[in-house]
């Protein structure tokens, strides 16, 4: 009779060990699914989420750690309703404070048992580079007034002249701004098809400018989405929405009789990402 008792013991644990096996972890998949993510200041990450579960998914999180530091959180998300299997889309903005620092991101899903499933990547920074860069200036540069039926914006990633009817904003850097039609007089001021903000900075030091005396005096000054009253010499600082910076001097105004050959022409040093 003993031995009876003993097998059905042994059977009964041998029976809940079997079910608790079946019990399912939550996984969690990210995309890249590279551990080590090599990136810089600035740039946007993106990481394709998906975590599933026997049990419905009811809460998911992301943090990150630097070394020696707390653990901070990124975000904290309900899933309602709770799901099976969930999917997200994360995209992040690497900080400055990030800079030249190895970075683990932990990503956590719960499901309504409180089991959690864990899955993390090592986001590595590149150092920020603090040595100034002389730019190299180009020479020659124009564009038309939106009068004359000629080019009449500028493109500065390319440094090439456009057309404000035909070209997509994303190549309108910069364009004559005139609101007077079939006027004959040169506006003398720009706005931009691209979201390019504009700093007047006459006392900037265009002849030894680099990429860092650039960007902090952009900074300093004043941000403008028009500049109105553009003179000869001028020094303009133009920060597209890419990042790029162009240093623009003005050499020439053209503004004659008619509209034909109103003009702006002008030399550009120019600090891209």
């Known amino acids: 009779m003993k031995n009876i008792f003993l097998l059905f013991a042994i059977v009964l644990l041998i ?87 190895s970075i683990i991101l932990i990503f956590n899903a719960y499901d309504q048992e409180g089991n959690v499933g864990t899955s993390a990547r090592t986001v590595i920074v590149d150092p920020i580079e603090n040595t100034p860069i002389l730019l190299t200036e180009t020479a020659g540069h124009y564009f038309y007034s939106t009068h004359s039926g000629e080019l009449d914006a500028f493109d500065i990633e390319t440094g090439t002249p456009q057309l404000i009817l035909t070209a997509i904003p994303g190549l309108r850097d910069i364009q004559d701004f005139d609101t007077i039609p079939t006027d004959s007089i040169l506006a003398r001021s720009w706005n931009s098809g691209s979201s390019t903000q504009f700093v007047r900075f006459n006392g900037f030091d265009y002849a030894n400018a680099t990429n860092i005396s650039t960007v902090d005096a952009f900074n300093s000054g004043t941000k403008l989405q028009i500049v109105n009253n553009i003179q000869l010499n001028d020094i303009i600082i133009a920060k597209t929405s890419s990042g790029n910076y162009g240093v623009i001097k003005i050499t020439n105004i053209f503004d004659l009789p008619g509209v034909a050959n109103d003009r702006y022409e002008f030399n550009m040093k120019k600090n891209t990402q």
Do not use: R
């Open 15 to 101: 029976f809940s060990g079997c079910k608790k096996d079946k019990t399912k972890d939550v996984m969690v998949f990210i995309d890249p699914a590279a551990i080590h993510i090599y990136t810089a200041v600035d740039k946007i990450i993106s990481f394709g989420i998906k975590a599933e579960s026997e049990f419905p998914l009811v809460n998911f999180k992301i943090h990150y750690k630097e070394p020696g530091a707390s653990q901070v959180f990124l975000k904290d998300t309900l899933i309602s309703p709770a799901v099976k299997k969930f999917n997200y889309t994360f995209e992040f903005k690497i900080p400055e404070s990030w800079a030249g620092k």
